[in-house]
T-cell receptor, first 117, second 111 residues
Framework: DTEVTQTPKHLVMGMTNKKSLKCEQHMGHRAMYWYKQKAKKPPELMFV???????INESVPSRFSPECPNSSLLNLHLHALQPEDSALYLC????????????????FGPGTRLTVL | DAKTTQPPSMDCAEGRAANLPCNHSTISGNEYVYWYRQIHSQGPQYIIHGLKNNETNEMASLIITEDRKSSTLILPHATLRDTAVYYC????????????WGAGTKLIIKP
């Protein structure tokens, strides 16, 4: 089973709202990722969590706040977003993030389609 | 900077083999070639990866040239459900890796 689930599937929010995206995996993976994807572009990495600790923040604005409450769950808290933040937000997981000589496949969820009005 | 070059679009007849090329002329010795596909508005789906040997799984085959500067993903019997954007990606193995995505090839399977 290589399933990553994401909720909600679609989200519409105003610029003053606070909302959260949720991602879950039960594969025992210890690395989880958030990506942002604009239309007709490849995904862009936002955050990497390794063993529930934030390992990579790709200079993402503070209006995006990730959280990893346990090894199966990853949240992305959204506050004061701008219309240009409208995109498909993808969660992924892999067995681990880094290991010398190792390579581990990332498995993606279906994404949350976010629209900021 | 993208490390892979792919044609922006390709067509293939249903039931035929779809051959998707990818150039990665600056690939390093420890970089893997990965393929994902993304069906419209869904999350990317892992297909296959390889380092230098050819690889095959239930979805596809990956042929890597001997100099590793290019590769071809082969879908042996394409179906309409294989219509998607296919991404060829290079990835450094070991520590602190990231996926370096190219622009992708839009593959359209025609009946």
């Amino acid at each position: 089973d290589t399933e990553v689930t994401q909720t909600p599937k679609h989200l519409v929010m105003g610029m003053t709202n606070k909302k959260s995206l949720k991602c879950e995996q039960h594969m025992g993976h210890r690395a989880m990722y958030w990506y942002k994807q604009k239309a007709k572009k490849p995904p862009e990495l936002m955050f990497v969590y390794s063993y529930e600790k934030l390992s990579i923040n790709e200079s993402v604005p503070s209006r995006f706040s990730p959280e990893c409450p346990n090894s199966s769950l990853l949240n992305l808290h959204l506050h004061a977003l701008q219309p240009e933040d409208s995109a498909l937000y993808l969660c992924a997981s892999s067995q681990v993030w880094t290991m010398a000589g190792g390579i581990y496949t990332q498995y993606f969820g279906p994404g949350t389609r976010l629209t900021v009005l | 900077d993208a490390k892979t070059t792919q044609p922006p679009s390709m067509d293939c007849a249903e039931g035929r083999a779809a051959n998707l090329p990818c150039n990665h002329s600056t690939i390093s010795g420890n970089e893997y070639v990965y393929w994902y596909r993304q069906i419209h508005s869904q999350g990317p789906q892992y297909i296959i990866h390889g380092l230098k040997n050819n690889e095959t799984n239930e979805m596809a085959s990956l042929i890597i040239t001997e100099d590793r500067k290019s590769s071809t993903l082969i879908l042996p019997h394409a179906t309409l459900r294989d219509t998607a954007v296919y991404y060829c990606i290079v990835r450094v193995g070991g520590s602190n890796y990231q996926l370096i995505w190219g622009a992708g090839t839009k593959l359209i399977i025609k009946p």
